[in-house]
Each structure stands twice: as structure tokens, then as C-alpha cells.
């Protein structure tokens, strides 16, 4: 029996040659992550086991990104926490305010995950790096200290879905709606401890931000990974960030899945989740009118530069409705500089955006952007449960930049042909 | 080893925000996240749960972040066993990994209401409704597991090697 993408990936991390669905295995680790929420607890359990050593102090990436910069002085002492630690053990990949940006965008600017990787991360989306090809997934605090001490993890061996992507998209159509839509198809467990696979000749229309969207979000299926199948677009964009030889795992022509869904990605229209679930979904034109008083642009899911700009696109010449505020979070300072010199933040300050440094921030309602009682956001982020972004009793709508753009400027959940 | 007290029962997808709101997790104390446990979905949760007492919810329980603050939350809230159809992945292993019992039985889940006492015997895997005298035999975790528990937690477990 053949085995699927992510099944080949851990069994070279195994050193088997092969494994099947539902089998348990240790697997070895190329990088273990975690960022100012979770790395404490971890911390704090390799302390109380008694641990003096990490696996490799290169390969650890402690990423003050949640609660940052220090939104109170509870906050401040988790960082301060963490950098202590990284400081005993020589940790090379800890990022503080002022080189920090959003875990999951920051890792792969970095070059610190490159394809046929395996990477854990105490944060569930960590399946990001799928999207480059590696084997990527989240886990809790005590699995990552013991990724930290070890090099090593356990795993039940994933069943997959293959999702063949056909046609290409149209219009203002990106990575998000494509997520969403699928989330909206097979529900927030229906990809519940499986991979989701992507491959098909509608692949070569999607960008890396569009794939590491899409793999962002796989989390919100239930998935256990997300990955795509590595192309000359993946290439590209790993060339000048990772010089370390790296492996290119196809899945066998006999690979076994549990489902194989074909997505047509010319028939996908803009689309957005209404509260509380992610797979609560519809296409932007059938939203009715929501009135909205805050738009967030930002998050692992959607603040890197091609968001900002096709964000920048929408709102160039309009203005923020009055009562709408707007904050554009990029999510690196790369992508900062870059959004910046390119004149994106300009477009942003004269419709009446607030920019913000690089952080989670508003995305799981930590700071910069609390939503009042009975307020919605649209969002371009990737969670809109009860209370997820401030008051229980407001509303996240989750929709890509040009739906959140679009949104700003009409003051209700709009798309860029509804702006007059 | 077994678990004992009233029942506390939620629906389908009940996610990590709701356990323990991301507002609070500028801590990583169990006592502090304890006092906020399950506050976005049931606010009397923390008010009236006892030593022992079990939570049976639906789908996809723990759905959301990986926070283990989830996890060790109800644990310190002295929640004994949660009991759901399917959890979902993260929490599953978060759960495994700092020693909360978590059970999948969507049997004793549609036949368990909430206010009932159940008793869970993780030795025989058969949990009984002792309101209504009904019994669910539940599947054992496979050794790889059960070895992790048994030795107190996964760092320890590798401690032990």
C-alpha cells in the first residue's frame, strides 16, 4: 500500500520505510516552536522534570508574538520568563518586540522550515509550514518541552483527505475563500485527526501566501496537518531563505485516502464565516446587511505582504466609514518595511487605518482591538468563536483583505464590486 | 482507579476560548485559570462544580488553540473525566500528557444527561449512569498510551528511558 504525502515525511522521521494510518510512532523533530502563552507552561514543565539540556538550541524557536508588545505586566513576566530561558540555553531563534512577527509568518521569512520537515509547535497553527511542503502541527506545552529536551515526538499515523484543486480563481478570490469554503463544505471536524491533502493542476494559481493561508487554517477542519504538494512556486520562494538540502516527498500513485474532494476553484466566490464557527459560512453576496464597527487586517492567516496589498488596492482613494475603525497589523517587521516603503502605508493612513507593530494582538482578544458588547468585526483571522475577539456577546466575521477592505469602506460586510 | 461525581453536559464543538478565554492567559497559574473555567459558556460552572465531578459533551470537545491552560483548567477545577463523542486533536494529547482522563463513547454520551451521577472504571472501561442504572463499556487506550499514563505523564516517561 502506497503512502500519502505526510505519511512519507514521518516515516523518514521514524527511520522507517513505511507506515500505515492509526500506527503509533516517535518520530525525530527539525524545529520545535512555541510563543509567550505557551512557551511558560513548557518551560516550566522541562524545569520541574528536571531537564538540563535542549536537543538543539538551533533548532528551538520561542516567539514573544501573543501578548506582545507586553500588554500588562502579567504579560511582561511570561516574556521575561521566556527570554531567561533562552538565554541559559543559548536558544539562537528567540524574537522579541522589534524583531518579533507573527510566529507563523515569521518562521517561513525565515527559512526556518524548508520542505520534507517535520516541525511541532505549541500553537495549532502550526500547520502553516504545510504549505511549503514540510509536516507541520500543533501541539500542547508538555509536548514541546519534551520536543525541546529530546528531538522527538509521538504520533498516531494520519489518515488523509486529498483535495484536487481544478480551474482557477477569479476576480478578488484568494487562499482565504478557498479555506473557507472548504471549511464551510466538510465542517470544523471534518477533517478531524487527518491530513488534508492538496495537490491538482489548480495548485499552480495559488501563491505561497495563498497556500500558507489555506494551510493555516486546516486546524479549523479538525486536521491534524494541511500540506501541499511541493512545485516550482514553493521553490521559489524557499531558494534565497533555507540553504540546507531538504527532501521532496510526493505521495505514491497507490496512496490510500479516505475521501478525495475535488475543488473547482473558478466556481468559489468571496466568501465569509458568520459567528460562532469557522464553518459557518456563505459567499459575501448572500450576507445581507451586516453592520460592522471593526475591520482587522492582520493575523498568521492573512498579514503578509500580498494581503496588505490587495488590502491597499481595495481602500486606495476611499475612506474608512465614519464609526468603523480599521487596524492593519502586518506581521513581520520584513513585511512592515516592505508594505511601508512600497507607499501601502500611505494608502492606509488617508482611509483611515491605524497601523499596527507586528502581534496576535486582536485575533484571540488579547490587546490592540477588544470588541465592546453587541460590536462585529470582520476579520481576516482565522476564529470567530464565542468571546474569541472581547465581549461574549460581539460578533467576528472571518473573510479575506479585500472582504475586510471592502467592509471598512462600506461600514458592512461588503466586496470590492459593492463599493460606489 | 475510578472516577465519580455529577454530570455537567455541553453540546457539540465546545472550543479552547470558551474553556479558558485567551483574556486570561497572561497567567499559566492552574489555580488562577481554574477560577475561569468554562466562564464564556457557562458562567456557574466554576460556582457549583465539585471534586470528581464530570463533564460529557458532544463532537470535536477542545476544538480551537492548543492552549494547555484548556486542559489544566477543568483538571483543577477537580473535573475527574470528561466523557465526549470526539475530541479534538490537541486537546486529546494535551489531555494524555498532564494526566486529565478523557474518554470517547458517544454511547454513554447520548444516554447520559446533565445532573446524573456516573461512575467511570478506567480498569474494566465501563462507565455507569448510576441515575439510571445504565452501563457503556468504552474502548482501552493502546499500550503506547496507556504507558504514558501509567508512568505519570509523557516527561516522565521519557525521564524513565
Known sequence: ?420 | MKAQGKVFKYKDNVDTDVIIPARYLNTSDPKELAAHCMEDIDPDFVKNVKAGDIIVAGNNFGCGSSREHAPLAIKTAGVSCVIANTFARIFYRNAINIGLAIIECPEAVANINAGDDVTVDFDSGTITNNTTGKTFKTNPFPDFIKKIIDEGGLLNSIKNK
Open chain 1, 1 to 420: 500500500m502506497g503512502m500519502t504525502m505526510s505519511q512519507k515525511i514521518l516515516a523518514a522521521h521514524a527511520g522507517k520505510s513505511s507506515v500505515k494510518a492509526g500506527e503509533l510512532i516517535n518520530v525525530k523533530l527539525d524545529l520545535v516552536l512555541g510563543n509567550d502563552i505557551t512557551s511558560p507552561v513548557a518551560i516550566n514543565e522541562f524545569r520541574k522534570a528536571g531537564f538540563d539540556k535542549v536537543f538543539n538550541r538551533e533548532r528551538i524557536a520561542l516567539i514573544m508574538d501573543h501578548f506582545t508588545p507586553n500588554k500588562d505586566i502579567k504579560a511582561a513576566e511570561q516574556c521575561k520568563h521566556c527570554r531567561n530561558f533562552a538565554k541559559e540555553y543559548n536558544i539562537l531563534h528567540f524574537y522579541d518586540t522589534g524583531e518579533v512577527g507573527v510566529e507563523h509568518a515569521l518562521i517561513p521569512e525565515k527559512g526556518l522550515v524548508a520542505p520534507g520537515e517535520l516541525v511541532i509547535g505549541a500553537d495549532s497553527h502550526t500547520c502553516t509550514y504545510g504549505a511549503l511542503g514540510a509536516f507541520s502541527t500543533g501541539v500542547g506545552s508538555t509536548d514541546m518541552a519534551a520536543g525541546m529536551y529530546s528531538g522527538m515526538a509521538w504520533f498516531k499515523v494520519p489518515s488523509a483527505i486529498k483535495f484536487v484543486l481544478t480551474g482557477k480563481p477569479c476576480g478578488w478570490v484568494s487562499g482565504k475563500d478557498v479555506i473557507l469554503h472548504i471549511i464551510g463544505k466538510i465542517g470544523v471536524d471534518g477533517a478531524l485527526y487527518k491530513s488534508m491533502e492538496f495537490t491538482g493542476p489548480g495548485l499552480k494559481y495559488l501563491s505561497i501566501d495563498d497556500r500558507l493561508c489555506m494551510a493555516n487554517m486546516a486546524i479549523e477542519a479538525g486536521a491534524k496537518n494541511g500540506i501541499f504538494e511541493v512545485d516550482d512556486v514553493t521553490l521559489e520562494y524557499v531558494k534565497d531563505k533555507v540553504n540546507r538540502e531538504f527532501n521532496i516527498y510526493k505521495a505514491d500513485d497507490d496512496a490510500e485516502y479516505d475521501e478525495v474532494i475535488e475543488i473547482d476553484l473558478s466556481s468559489i466566490k468571496p466568501t465569509v464565516a458568520f459567528p460562532h464557527l469557522p464553518e459557518n459560512t456563505k459567499p459575501v453576496e448572500e450576507a445581507g446587511d451586516v453592520e460592522i464597527q471593526q475591520v482587522v487586517i492582520g493575523s498568521c492567516t492573512n498579514g503578509r505582504l500580498e494581503d496588505l496589498r490587495i488590502a491597499a488596492k481595495v481602500l486606495k482613494g476611499h475612506k474608512v466609514k465614519k464609526g468603523v475603525r480599521c487596524i492593519v497589523i502586518p506581521a513581520t517587521q520584513k513585511i512592515y518595511r516592505e508594505a511601508m516603503e512600497e507607499g501601502l502605508f500611505t494608502i492606509f493612513l488617508d482611509a483611515g487605518c491605524a497601523i499596527s507593530a507586528p502581534t496576535c494582538g486582536p485575533c484571540l482578544g488579547g490587546h490592540m482591538g477588544i470588541l465592546a458588547e453587541g460590536e462585529r468585526a470582520v476579520a481576516t483571522t482565522n476564529r470567530n468563536f464565542v468571546g474569541r475577539m472581547g465581549h461574549t456577546k460581539s460578533e467576528v466575521y472571518l473573510a479575506s483583505p479585500a472582504v475586510a477592505a471592502a467592509s471598512a469602506i462600506m461600514g458592512k460586510i461588503a466586496q470590492p464590486e459593492d463599493i460606489k
